[in-house]
């Protein structure tokens, strides 16, 4: 098990910016594929963003979001980060990062192993 950790989330106003940090208390995830999902009130889960293991070399975005966030890693702290600009109302949803095995992005939730208990981020408008 991989005890994800996701935190940074919050109350904030159309067009303010946010940082989301994903960690596993302590524990290495820097040799996995970090996805971020997300779920808004009565909708489906979806696939925002993903970045590879090691280096972060590759990464794969949503297009509803690929303009305004940016995935990133710092291996010397294990943790991932969701960075996100411009935020809108319909931002507003429970994110959620995940752990996937095996190399290469993916936008499959089933792709992924391991997920975090999610952190709620409110956008006013």
Known sequence: QVPLVESGGGLVQT???LRLSCDASGRTINHYTIGWF???PGKEREF???ITGWTGGSKLYADSVKDRFTASRDNAKNTVYLQMTNLKPEDTAIY???AKIG???SRWAEDYAYWGQGTQVTVSS
Request: glycine fraction near 14%; hydrophobic fraction near 35%.
């Open 15 to 17: 067009g303010d910016s």
């Open 38 to 40: 997300r779920r808004a």
């Open 48 to 50: 925002i963003a993903a």
């Open 96 to 98: 959620y990062c995940s």
């Open 103 to 105: 190399a290469g992005t």
